[in-house]
T-cell receptor
Framework: ETGVTQTPRHLVMGMTNKKSLKCEQH?????MYWYKQSAKKPLELMFV???????ENNSVPSRFSPECPNSSHLFLHLHTLQPEDSALYLC????????????FGPGTRLTVT | GESVGLHLPTLSVQEGDNSIINCAYS??????FIWYKQESGKGPQFIID?????DKRQGQRVTVLLNKTVKHLSLQIAATQPGDSAVYFC??????????????FGKGTHLIIQP
């Protein structure tokens, strides 16, 4: 778990706020991912980056904006969120795209009020 | 709809017994499968994976079985211990030939170990 770190671990924000989630991987991986984990749904893939290039966007609303400045860092910028966006946001990385074990961070518990 | 799902939301077993957690998938093209364990307050932790050219793979106290005929995946945990209490997820990936990069997860099974 220490291979992938996420900050903050907990975040409470209002619907008009702008905040960012940060993920960093220390594993030398090339691919990074954002997942959303809600209480009553399976983990949902949001975005995939490979060598800093976005390769998948799973129909995520534009109020979620990812950024990948390099292969080790991944951000998720949040603005004008809705209460239903409250969830655990998990970052993961893998050696390369598809077909490889993904290592997850501890997640950021987001509450939108 | 989901392409991966779990048969039972909760499984309760006695400490020391073997546990079997099942998973059904619907995408016959999936070629990589993986089991994760998630403890409260933590991110998913890798347990074991298997590729579609295999039907069985063993790790330390764990075995994954893949039956492609009926699109079924199972995780067997031998001699379960209190530390095995967690939610277990199966996930699939179709990568060969330019498929998806990310994993598709099932809902999860909560494994409870009775003393």
């Amino acid at each position: 778990e220490t291979g992938v770190t996420q900050t903050p671990r907990h975040l409470v924000m209002g619907m008009t706020n702008k905040k960012s989630l940060k993920c960093e991987q220390h594993l030398g991986h090339n691919a990074m991912y954002w997942y959303k984990q809600s209480a009553k749904k399976p983990l949902e893939l949001m975005f995939v980056y490979n060598f800093k290039e976005q390769t998948e966007n799973n129909s995520v609303p534009s109020r979620f904006s990812p950024e990948c400045p390099n292969s080790s860092h991944l951000f998720l910028h949040l603005h004008t969120l809705q209460p239903e966006d409250s969830a655990l946001y998990l970052c993961a990385s893998s050696q390369d795209r598809g077909g490889y074990e993904q290592y997850f961070g501890p997640g950021t518990r987001l509450t939108v009020t | 709809g989901e392409s991966v799902g779990l048969h039972l939301p909760t499984l309760s077993v006695q400490e020391g017994d073997n546990s079997i957690i099942n998973c059904a998938y619907s995408n016959s093209a999936s070629d990589y499968f993986i089991w994760y364990k998630q403890e409260s307050g933590k991110g998913p932790q890798f347990i074991i994976d298997i590729r579609s050219n295999m039907d069985k793979r063993q790790g330390q106290r764990v075995t994954v079985l893949l039956n492609k005929t009926v699109k079924h995946l199972s995780l067997q945990i031998a001699a379960t211990q209190p530390g095995d209490s967690a939610v277990y997820f199966c996930a699939e990936n179709f990568w060969s030939g330019g498929g998806a990069d990310g994993l598709t997860f099932g809902k999860g099974t909560h494994l409870i170990i009775q003393p």
